[in-house]
């Protein structure tokens, strides 16, 4: 069973900058298509973002392009978002996810595995 582990979230001012990062101890996330989603406040969860697990190929929601990035270290065996221009609109419980079908599947789809999950507050 893959389990993902997420740190770096926590409160920011609004058009600050905040990287979450993922890892799992215990399994090598080469084979996996790794990304995140997020739930906000009494809304529904929504794919983020997701990096493919060859050849790097990135895919993102329209509400944060050109803001976030994501990006993987595999000597590290970690997966980070970086999100810069943080507005209000970012606070959410953000949730790295991984799944072996597609970064299509993955964000539009239901991703098999998830972490725990890491609080985002964008507040002044």
């Known amino acids: 069973q893959l389990q993902l582990v997420e740190s770096g979230g926590g409160k920011v001012q609004p058009g600050g900058s905040l990287r979450l990062s993922c890892t799992s101890s215990?399994?090598?996330?080469?084979?996996?298509?790794l990304g995140w989603f997020r739930q906000a406040p009494g809304k529904e969860r929504e794919g983020v973002s997701c990096?493919?697990?060859?050849?790097?190929?990135?895919l993102y929601a329209d509400s944060v392009k050109g803001r976030f990035t994501i990006s993987r270290d595999k000597a590290k065996n970690t997966v980070y978002l970086q999100m810069t221009s943080l507005t209000s609109e970012d606070t959410a419980v953000y949730y790295c996810?991984?799944?072996?079908?597609?970064?299509?599947?993955?964000?539009?789809?239901?991703?098999?595995?998830w972490g725990q999950g890491a609080q985002v507050l964008v507040s002044s």
């Open positions: 215990g399994t090598i996330l080469d084979e996996y298509y």
């Open positions: 990096i493919r697990a060859i050849g790097g190929h990135t």
């Open positions: 996810v991984a799944d072996e079908r597609s970064c299509a599947w993955l964000m539009f789809r239901q991703p098999a595995y």
